[in-house]
C-alpha cells in the first residue's frame, strides 16, 4: 500500500505533525504504547521518500534539512533529545527491537508490516499494561512505544520502510 499525499506538505506539515505526535504523547508517554493517525504526516513521508535508498550513501555528508528540523522541533516540544534512524525490511524480513533506553515512535514511510507490541518484565507489575498487541503499520500511522516494550516487526507482504524517532531523556 502507498501513501498519496492530499493533505499540507512542507513547513505547515511538519508543524501539524509535530503537534498531533506531542499531543498524543501527552497522555501516552510512559504510560502505555499508543497508536496515533497524526495531521501533517505527508510532509514526512515526502521527506523520507526524497532521502537516499537505505543502504546507499547519501549524495552529501549533510543530514537532509527536514530530518534536521522534525527532530529539532519534536525535541525543543518535547523536551528531549529526538534521534532518527530508519529501518528497510524486504519481503518476509522480520525485525526485533527494544524500549529500554528510550521511547519510540515508528513511522512506517512505504509500504506496511505486521507488528506485534509485548511488555518486557516491568519492574512493578503495574507499571505497564501485561497484554501483547498485534497490529498493522501503515503509512500514515505513528505508533508510540513507551520505556519497557519490545516490539517485533514482520508479516512484510511488500517492501517496508519505517522511520524511528528516538526520543531520550534530557541529561541537565
Given at each position: 500500500m502507498d501513501f498519496e499525499s492530499t493533505s499540507v506538505t512542507g513547513r505547515a506539515g511538519l508543524d501539524l505533525f509535530v503537534r498531533d505526535v506531542a499531543l498524543c504523547l501527552s497522555v501516552n508517554r510512559d504510560r502505555t504504547p499508543a497508536l496515533?493517525?497524526?495531521?501533517?504526516?505527508?510532509?514526512?513521508?515526502?521527506?523520507?521518500?526524497?532521502?537516499?535508498?537505505?543502504?546507499?550513501?547519501?549524495?552529501?555528508?549533510?543530514?537532509?534539512?527536514?530530518?534536521?528540523?522534525l527532530t529539532a522541533r519534536l525535541g525543543i516540544l518535547l523536551g528531549c533529545t529526538v534521534v532518527s534512524s530508519s529501518v528497510a525490511l524486504a519481503l518476509g524480513a522480520r525485525h526485533t527491537g527494544t524500549t529500554t533506553e528510550t521511547d519510540l515512535v515508528l513511522l512506517p514511510v512505504h509500504g506496511s508490516c505486521g507488528g506485534r507490541v509485548e511488555p518486557t518484565r516491568p519492574q512493578h507489575p503495574t507499571a505497564?499494561?501485561?497484554?501483547?498487541?498485534?497490529?498493522?503499520?501503515?503509512?500514515?500511522?505513528?505508533?508510540?512505544?513507551?520505556?519497557?516494550?519490545?516490539?517485533?516487526?514482520?508479516?512484510?507482504?511488500?517492501?517496508?520502510?519505517?522511520?524511528?524517532?528516538?526520543?531520550?531523556?534530557?541529561?541537565?
Open positions: 496515533v493517525w497524526p495531521e501533517g504526516i505527508e510532509a514526512v513521508v515526502a521527506a523520507a521518500r526524497e532521502a537516499p535508498p537505505l543502504g546507499m550513501p547519501p549524495s552529501s555528508p549533510e543530514v537532509p534539512p527536514e530530518a534536521t528540523e505497564h499494561p501485561q497484554h501483547t498487541l498485534e497490529l498493522r503499520l501503515r503509512v500514515g500511522e505513528a505508533l508510540y512505544l513507551p520505556r519497557g516494550y519490545t516490539y517485533t516487526l514482520n508479516d512484510v507482504h511488500t517492501p517496508c520502510t519505517l522511520q524511528i524517532l528516538a526520543l531520550h531523556p534530557p541529561t541537565w
